[in-house]
C-alpha cells in the first residue's frame, strides 16, 4: 500500500513562500499521478495542483496560478509544490493524494486519489 508523507509546513507571513514535499516509502511514486489539495477544517477539501506521471503536464487551480508550482523528482520518489505570495486566506491544511489513473491530473479531482497523506498545516499570519 503506498504510505504517503507530508513535509515543509508552518508558520509564514503573508508574502512569504513556503516549500512542501510529498514522500512516499516502499513503493515507488513515479506510478502515480500526484496532487496537492487543501482543506480548512468545516470546509470541502479543494484541489490546488495535479503532476502527471512523468511530470510532463500539470493543472493548477486558478487560484494559485503565478504564485504556486508543483513538480516532482522520480529519482527522489518526491513531489514538490512550491507556494509563493501566500495569503492569510490559504491557511489550510494541505493533502497530498495519489492516483493510480493516467488522465487524473486533467481533472486533478478527489474522487480519483486513492491514496492520501496525513496532512501538514500551513498557517499565514502576520
Known amino acids: 500500500q503506498l504510505h504517503l508523507v507530508e513535509s515543509g509546513g508552518g508558520l509564514v507571513q503573508p508574502g512569504g513562500s513556503l516549500r512542501l514535499s510529498c514522500a512516499a516509502s516502499?513503493?515507488?511514486?513515479?506510478?502515480?499521478?500526484i496532487g496537492w489539495f487543501r482543506q480548512v477544517p468545516g470546509q470541502d477539501r479543494e484541489r490546488v495542483a495535479c503532476i502527471s506521471q512523468n511530470g510532463m503536464n500539470r493543472r493548477l487551480a486558478d487560484s494559485v496560478k503565478g504564485r504556486f508550482n508543483i513538480s516532482r523528482d522520480n529519482s527522489k520518489n518526491e513531489v514538490i509544490l512550491q507556494m509563493n505570495n501566500l495569503s492569510p486566506e490559504e491557511t489550510a491544511i494541505y493533502y497530498c493524494?495519489?492516483?493510480?489513473?493516467?488522465?487524473?491530473?486533467?481533472?486533478?479531482?478527489?474522487?480519483?486519489?486513492?491514496?492520501w497523506g496525513q496532512g501538514t498545516q500551513v498557517t499565514v499570519s502576520a
Open positions: 516502499a513503493l515507488s511514486l513515479e506510478d502515480y499521478v
Open positions: 493524494g495519489a492516483a493510480s489513473r493516467p488522465g487524473a491530473w486533467i481533472s486533478c479531482a478527489l474522487p480519483d486519489v486513492g491514496s
